[in-house]
């Protein structure tokens, strides 16, 4: 993705891992080989394999600038993680991640502010790192920002059945030592991060995947972003808007979610930036008869 500017605010995505091919029913158990094959040909061999029909995910942060502060939202998978039910995350033991945000110019000491839309396993990955068999802050000098309401309903999960591992482990390997370190922040869902509606940066409900779930909204200039989390996965969903992610916590509300940001994202000058569409991954969603249709930037 080219960087993107927003009067003085700038946005950078950092890859952890490009391209992933999942079985279109592992992401959306209601769809059907006839639907991949109706849009196999539009989406294209970037979005959907030409010989097996896998659909590509990528995980990815994005990087904002912002009046001398660098925010990252989301942080992927991480390395070391013990992941048996995920077995292309488990114990991952990537450079690319922490080497791609040294390529946009950052160290991770170099972080003010670490925003999660979630708290599903590959939105906090890099939120910790081993070191000397402890986990600890990825990036020490940043304050984390999770959703009260998402906090709380994972905090519940893990006090009532300490024995389940909450999100695959990721709640106690990746969030709770954030909390027990002193650098978490919980917020309401709908709050602001930094100036107001006219410029800069804040987050909205969007739950429905998760309890807590949060979009991330960045207005700079004449330009507006949104950062959709887990409300889009792959552009599929575009054209078939009545699919459900294995993944929805109450698919019905999720669904409410993703009908009402692309009513306000089409045919507008709105970008949507989702953590999983891969390269070009920026774009504008397109309103055509039958849904919708993600147009990339680089198309």
Known sequence: ???????????????????????????YPNISHDVVARHKSALGPKLVHPETSQLCISFHSYLIRSKGKNILVDTCNGNHKERPRAAWQHMLKSREYLANLAAVGLRPEDIDLVLCTHLHTDHVGWNTQLVSGKWVPTFPNARYLFSRQEFDHFMALHTSQPALPVSQGSFADSVLPIVESGLAELVDMDHFVDGDLSHGIWIEDASGHTPGHVSVHVKGG???AIMTGDVFH??????????????DWRPDRAMRTRQRLMARCADSPVTLLSMHFPAPTAGRLISKAAGFRFQFFDE
């Open 222 to 224: 004449d330009s507006e």
């Open 234 to 247: 792959h552009p599929i969903v575009f054209n078939e808007p009545s699919l459900v992610n294995t993944g």
């Open 1 to 27: 993705m080219k960087q993107l500017r927003l009067g003085e605010i700038t946005i950078d995505r950092v890859v952890e891992m490009e391209q992933f091919w999942a079985d279109a029913a592992w992401l």
